[in-house]
Protein backbone atom coordinates (compact mmCIF):
# COMPACT_ATOMS: atom_id res chain seq x y z
CA UNK A 1 0.00 0.00 0.00
CA UNK A 2 1.44 3.25 -1.20
CA UNK A 3 1.55 6.49 1.53
CA UNK A 4 -1.51 7.78 -0.24
CA UNK A 5 -3.60 4.99 -0.45
CA UNK A 6 -3.49 3.87 3.84
CA UNK A 7 -4.99 6.18 6.51
CA UNK A 8 -2.77 8.44 7.78
CA UNK A 9 -1.32 6.96 11.94
CA UNK A 10 -1.17 9.35 14.55
CA UNK A 11 0.55 8.74 18.14
CA UNK A 12 -1.61 10.60 20.82
CA UNK A 13 -0.41 10.78 24.59
CA UNK A 14 -2.28 10.68 27.43
CA UNK A 15 -5.43 9.32 25.39
CA UNK A 16 -7.45 7.34 27.94
CA UNK A 17 -9.29 10.48 29.15
CA UNK A 18 -9.74 14.54 28.38
CA UNK A 19 -8.33 16.12 25.36
CA UNK A 20 -6.64 12.82 24.63
CA UNK A 21 -9.67 10.90 24.39
CA UNK A 22 -11.17 13.80 22.24
CA UNK A 23 -8.19 13.93 20.10
CA UNK A 24 -9.01 10.13 19.34
CA UNK A 25 -12.23 10.87 18.70
CA UNK A 26 -11.88 13.35 16.22
CA UNK A 27 -8.96 12.08 14.33
CA UNK A 28 -10.34 8.96 13.85
CA UNK A 29 -13.44 10.42 12.25
CA UNK A 30 -11.04 11.97 9.79
CA UNK A 31 -9.31 8.61 8.90
CA UNK A 32 -6.57 8.82 11.06
CA UNK A 33 -5.60 5.45 12.48
CA UNK A 34 -4.62 6.62 16.28
CA UNK A 35 -2.34 4.56 18.25
CA UNK A 36 -3.40 5.78 22.23
CA UNK A 37 -1.08 5.78 24.82
CA UNK A 38 -1.45 5.61 28.45
CA UNK A 39 -0.99 5.12 31.90
CA UNK A 40 -3.81 2.96 33.09
CA UNK A 41 -4.13 0.37 31.50
CA UNK A 42 -8.27 -0.30 32.11
CA UNK A 43 -9.28 3.53 31.39
CA UNK A 44 -7.19 2.71 27.80
CA UNK A 45 -8.98 -0.47 27.08
CA UNK A 46 -12.44 1.96 27.78
CA UNK A 47 -11.31 4.90 25.59
CA UNK A 48 -9.94 2.31 22.87
CA UNK A 49 -13.70 0.81 22.71
CA UNK A 50 -15.16 3.63 22.50
CA UNK A 51 -13.24 5.05 19.41
CA UNK A 52 -13.20 1.87 17.88
CA UNK A 53 -16.64 2.16 17.81
CA UNK A 54 -16.84 4.73 15.39
CA UNK A 55 -15.95 2.12 12.86
CA UNK A 56 -13.02 3.72 11.62
CA UNK A 57 -9.24 3.01 11.67
CA UNK A 58 -9.06 0.62 14.54
CA UNK A 59 -7.32 2.01 17.06
CA UNK A 60 -4.29 0.92 18.81
CA UNK A 61 -4.25 0.85 22.71
CA UNK A 62 -0.24 0.86 24.40
CA UNK A 63 -0.42 0.99 28.12
CA UNK A 64 2.89 3.00 29.05
CA UNK A 65 4.23 5.73 30.64
CA UNK A 66 5.47 8.12 28.93
CA UNK A 67 8.09 9.41 31.82
CA UNK A 68 9.57 5.98 31.80
CA UNK A 69 12.30 6.05 29.57
CA UNK A 70 12.60 2.23 29.06
CA UNK A 71 8.70 2.66 27.74
CA UNK A 72 9.89 5.30 25.07
CA UNK A 73 11.20 2.45 22.66
CA UNK A 74 8.78 0.09 22.77
CA UNK A 75 6.01 2.94 22.45
CA UNK A 76 7.67 3.48 18.95
CA UNK A 77 8.31 0.23 18.13
CA UNK A 78 4.86 -1.06 18.56
CA UNK A 79 3.16 1.77 16.63
CA UNK A 80 5.33 0.78 13.88
CA UNK A 81 4.51 -2.60 14.29
CA UNK A 82 0.96 -2.33 14.66
CA UNK A 83 -0.05 0.55 12.71
CA UNK A 84 2.54 1.83 10.27
CA UNK A 85 4.82 4.84 10.20
CA UNK A 86 4.42 7.71 12.22
CA UNK A 87 2.48 10.86 10.16
CA UNK A 88 1.87 12.73 13.32
CA UNK A 89 2.76 12.70 16.77
CA UNK A 90 1.09 14.46 19.98
CA UNK A 91 2.45 15.08 22.89
CA UNK A 92 -0.68 15.89 25.04
CA UNK A 93 0.13 13.98 27.98
CA UNK A 94 0.46 16.03 31.11
CA UNK A 95 1.49 15.91 34.73
CA UNK A 96 0.35 18.48 37.07
CA UNK A 97 2.05 17.75 40.11
CA UNK A 98 0.66 17.61 43.87
CA UNK A 99 -2.41 19.75 44.67
CA UNK A 100 -3.61 21.81 46.53
CA UNK A 101 -0.90 23.38 44.24
CA UNK A 102 2.07 25.10 46.44
CA UNK A 103 4.25 27.40 46.10
CA UNK A 104 7.66 26.61 44.79
CA UNK A 105 9.41 27.13 47.96
CA UNK A 106 7.28 24.09 49.21
CA UNK A 107 7.62 22.33 46.70
CA UNK A 108 9.26 18.88 46.85
CA UNK A 109 12.73 18.42 44.31
CA UNK A 110 11.10 15.10 43.65
CA UNK A 111 7.66 16.59 42.11
CA UNK A 112 9.37 18.78 40.04
CA UNK A 113 11.16 16.05 38.42
CA UNK A 114 8.08 14.08 38.10
CA UNK A 115 6.48 17.13 36.29
CA UNK A 116 9.68 17.19 34.17
CA UNK A 117 9.39 13.99 33.53
CA UNK A 118 6.46 13.79 31.89
CA UNK A 119 5.83 16.87 30.50
CA UNK A 120 9.28 17.73 28.91
CA UNK A 121 11.52 14.94 29.24
CA UNK A 122 9.26 12.32 28.01
CA UNK A 123 8.31 14.30 24.83
CA UNK A 124 11.81 15.01 24.46
CA UNK A 125 12.58 11.12 24.19
CA UNK A 126 9.62 9.94 22.37
CA UNK A 127 9.80 13.03 19.72
CA UNK A 128 13.70 11.44 18.72
CA UNK A 129 12.17 8.11 18.64
CA UNK A 130 9.35 8.91 16.13
CA UNK A 131 10.38 12.24 14.42
CA UNK A 132 13.57 10.52 13.30
CA UNK A 133 11.70 8.28 11.09
CA UNK A 134 9.65 10.84 10.04
CA UNK A 135 12.88 13.41 8.81
CA UNK A 136 14.04 10.51 6.38
CA UNK A 137 10.59 10.06 5.04
CA UNK A 138 10.41 14.12 5.11
CA UNK A 139 6.52 13.88 6.28
CA UNK A 140 5.57 14.32 9.74
CA UNK A 141 3.77 16.85 12.48
CA UNK A 142 4.81 16.77 16.39
CA UNK A 143 2.62 18.64 18.06
CA UNK A 144 2.86 19.86 21.38
CA UNK A 145 0.04 20.65 23.90
CA UNK A 146 0.56 23.97 25.40
CA UNK A 147 -0.97 26.03 28.05
CA UNK A 148 -1.50 29.91 29.30
CA UNK A 149 0.90 28.70 32.38
CA UNK A 150 4.05 28.63 29.83
CA UNK A 151 3.84 32.36 29.25
CA UNK A 152 1.67 33.27 32.64
CA UNK A 153 2.83 33.40 36.36
CA UNK A 154 0.31 31.85 38.07
CA UNK A 155 1.10 30.95 41.90
CA UNK A 156 0.51 27.23 42.15
CA UNK A 157 1.38 26.66 38.97
CA UNK A 158 5.07 26.84 38.86
CA UNK A 159 6.56 23.08 38.21
CA UNK A 160 3.87 23.28 35.40
CA UNK A 161 3.64 26.41 34.15
CA UNK A 162 7.86 25.73 33.90
CA UNK A 163 7.52 22.36 32.45
CA UNK A 164 5.27 23.75 29.71
CA UNK A 165 7.49 26.91 29.27
CA UNK A 166 10.30 24.63 28.88
CA UNK A 167 7.92 22.47 26.33
CA UNK A 168 7.41 25.55 24.28
CA UNK A 169 11.03 26.48 23.82
CA UNK A 170 11.52 22.31 23.01
CA UNK A 171 9.30 22.72 20.12
CA UNK A 172 10.91 25.95 18.41
CA UNK A 173 14.08 24.62 18.34
CA UNK A 174 13.03 21.56 17.17
CA UNK A 175 10.97 23.56 14.46
CA UNK A 176 14.21 25.07 13.58
CA UNK A 177 16.43 21.83 13.51
CA UNK A 178 13.88 20.39 11.35
CA UNK A 179 13.77 23.18 8.90
CA UNK A 180 13.52 21.85 5.00
CA UNK A 181 13.43 18.02 6.31
CA UNK A 182 9.94 18.08 5.82
CA UNK A 183 8.88 17.70 9.58
CA UNK A 184 6.41 20.25 11.16
CA UNK A 185 6.54 21.11 14.68
CA UNK A 186 4.00 22.87 16.25
CA UNK A 187 2.43 23.95 19.71
CA UNK A 188 -0.85 24.84 21.00
CA UNK A 189 -2.67 26.41 23.87
CA UNK A 190 -5.84 24.31 24.27
CA UNK A 191 -7.35 26.88 26.65
CA UNK A 192 -9.32 25.89 30.16
CA UNK A 193 -11.37 22.68 29.35
CA UNK A 194 -13.35 20.54 31.33
CA UNK A 195 -10.81 17.98 32.38
CA UNK A 196 -9.79 15.85 35.39
CA UNK A 197 -6.77 17.98 35.62
CA UNK A 198 -8.50 21.01 35.57
CA UNK A 199 -10.65 19.60 38.56
CA UNK A 200 -8.06 18.60 40.11
CA UNK A 201 -5.84 21.86 40.16
CA UNK A 202 -9.49 24.11 40.56
CA UNK A 203 -12.04 22.26 42.11
CA UNK A 204 -14.22 24.72 42.77
CA UNK A 205 -14.25 26.23 39.28
CA UNK A 206 -17.46 26.11 37.73
CA UNK A 207 -17.57 24.09 34.67
CA UNK A 208 -19.97 25.84 32.57
CA UNK A 209 -17.67 28.46 31.62
CA UNK A 210 -14.62 25.57 30.14
CA UNK A 211 -13.97 24.37 27.11
CA UNK A 212 -15.29 20.91 26.43
CA UNK A 213 -12.40 18.49 25.10
CA UNK A 214 -14.34 18.02 21.55
CA UNK A 215 -14.65 21.66 20.60
CA UNK A 216 -10.98 22.23 21.04
CA UNK A 217 -10.20 18.66 19.64
CA UNK A 218 -12.13 19.28 16.52
CA UNK A 219 -10.69 22.63 16.70
CA UNK A 220 -6.89 21.05 16.76
CA UNK A 221 -8.04 19.15 13.42
CA UNK A 222 -8.68 22.19 11.22
CA UNK A 223 -5.25 23.52 12.72
CA UNK A 224 -3.44 20.36 11.57
CA UNK A 225 -4.88 20.63 8.38
CA UNK A 226 -4.07 24.18 7.85
CA UNK A 227 -0.30 24.36 7.20
CA UNK A 228 -0.38 28.24 6.01
CA UNK A 229 -2.22 29.49 9.07
CA UNK A 230 -0.18 27.32 11.49
CA UNK A 231 3.39 26.83 9.88
CA UNK A 232 6.04 25.08 11.72
CA UNK A 233 7.39 26.62 14.96
CA UNK A 234 3.92 28.18 15.24
CA UNK A 235 2.51 28.29 18.94
CA UNK A 236 -1.72 28.82 18.35
CA UNK A 237 -4.09 29.49 20.67
CA UNK A 238 -6.95 26.83 20.07
CA UNK A 239 -9.52 29.52 20.62
CA UNK A 240 -9.00 31.32 17.44
CA UNK A 241 -9.36 28.04 15.53
CA UNK A 242 -13.18 27.17 16.97
CA UNK A 243 -15.85 27.96 14.83
CA UNK A 244 -18.81 29.85 15.80
Not at 117 to 140: D, E, H, Q, T, Y
Request: charged residues 25%.
Amino acid sequence: MTTSERARVAVVTGASQGLGRALSLELTRRGTRVVMVARGRAALERARAEVGALGGPAPVALAYDVADKHAVHPIAGLAAELAGDVDLLIHNASELGPVPLPPLFDLDCEDLERVLAVNVVGPFRLSKAIGGGMALRRRGTILFVSSDAAVSAYPGWGAYGASKAAADQLARVLAAELDGHGVRVLAVDPTDMDTALHRRALPDTESGGLARPETIARAIGALLDDEARAPSGSRSCAADWVRS
